[in-house]
């Protein structure tokens, strides 16, 4: 079993940034990737983006593609997402997830985290 607890949420003022980090914890065997999702209420869940185990291979969705960077230290068992120039759209609550498929399918990832809430004012 896999535990994942998100941080660094929190309410900022569009343009500005914000660091998410997800620590994973418990039974780790082998590789596996991270990813980031995000929801807003009444709305399906949104991949946002994902990293690979060796941390050479990345995907964004198109929205946050030059905003946003998702990186990992394998070392600690953490994945970051920075988060630049936000804007409201952002807003949501921002889940980290890891699985053993490099996706962005949510269906590919086996565990999540509990989430952190982002607010972006305008």
């Known amino acids: 079993q896999v535990q994942l607890v998100e941080s660094g949420g929190g309410l900022v003022q569009a343009g500005d940034s914000l660091r998410l980090s997800c620590a994973a914890s418990?039974?780790?065997?082998?590789?596996?990737?991270q990813g980031w999702f995000r929801q807003v209420p009444g709305k399906e869940r949104e991949f946002v983006a994902a990293?690979?185990?060796?941390?050479?291979?990345?995907t964004y969705v198109d929205s946050v593609k030059g905003r946003f960077t998702i990186s990992r230290d394998k070392a600690k068992n953490t994945a970051d997402l920075q988060m630049n120039r936000l804007k409201p759209e952002d807003t949501a609550v921002y889940f980290c997830?890891?699985?053993?498929?490099?996706?962005?399918?949510?269906?590919?990832?086996?565990?999540w985290g509990q989430g952190t809430q982002v607010t972006v004012s305008s």
């Open positions: 997830a890891a699985g053993s498929y490099f996706s962005k399918d949510e269906g590919r990832y086996d565990y």
């Open positions: 418990g039974r780790i065997f082998g590789g596996y990737v």
């Open positions: 990293i690979g185990w060796t941390g050479g291979s990345t």
